[in-house]
């Protein structure tokens, strides 16, 4: 156990009780297993490895009982989309997809990717949060389900609005290419079409 400060309720989810407190000075997320399916192990075993990466929150502490990492206050994404324009909008396109593929190269699935509302937080850059339900897979599907969820009717439309506009089949197309090799072309495709 480490010692937070001013720890208090924030929300509860499916598989954990959440807190927020302090530790060293650092503004932090508490998790705690609401269910006796305990995850703590899991989602600490794969933001070990993605803080390598910069992606995720920063893990600083975690045992059977809690699980403790940096605290990401921004906006979720849908919502910065409405707010922002254009040209920030492609830059964190970019940055989410990057994210995405290295997911895909490390051969872990997030889930949730089809709908990440509350996975992917905005502050000063996209931040990938609640990694409870990863897994290592012979076949990752970040980099398409984030895809699917750009073309879901009410981002592709928002996205439009924007002035950022693409051909939803050539995407499609190029997605299943990428499936099949899961190569750098591939990848550089869907970047073109989409950005």
């Known amino acids: 156990m480490i010692k937070i400060k001013d720890k208090e309720y924030f929300a509860k989810g499916k598989r954990y009780l959440v807190y927020t407190g302090y530790y060293k000075n650092n503004k932090v997320i508490i998790k705690e297993p609401a269910t006796k399916i305990n995850t703590i192990e899991n989602e600490a075993r794969f933001l070990k490895l993605l803080n390598k990466y910069n992606i995720g929150p920063k893990l600083f502490y975690y045992d059977k009982k809690e699980l403790v990492c940096g605290f990401i206050d921004g906006i979720k994404i849908i919502d910065w989309l409405k707010m922002n324009n254009k040209s920030k909008i492609k830059l964190t396109l970019k940055k989410i997809l990057d994210q995405c593929r ?14 990440p509302y509350k996975h992917i937080i905005i502050n000063k850059k996209p931040i990938m949060i609640d990694f409870e339900r990863c897994k290592f897979v012979k076949n990752p599907k970040n980099v398409t389900q984030f895809c699917q969820f750009l073309t879901s009717i009410n981002v592709y439309l928002i996205l ?12 499609i197309e190029n997605l299943r290419l990428y499936k099949k090799y899961y190569d750098k072309n591939s990848y550089n495709s869907i970047l073109r079409i989409i950005l």
């Open 102 to 115: 290295k997911l895909d190269e490390l051969k872990i699935d997030k889930k949730e990717l089809t709908n």
């Open 160 to 171: 439009k609005e924007k002035g950022i506009g693409f051909d939803k089949d050539k995407l």
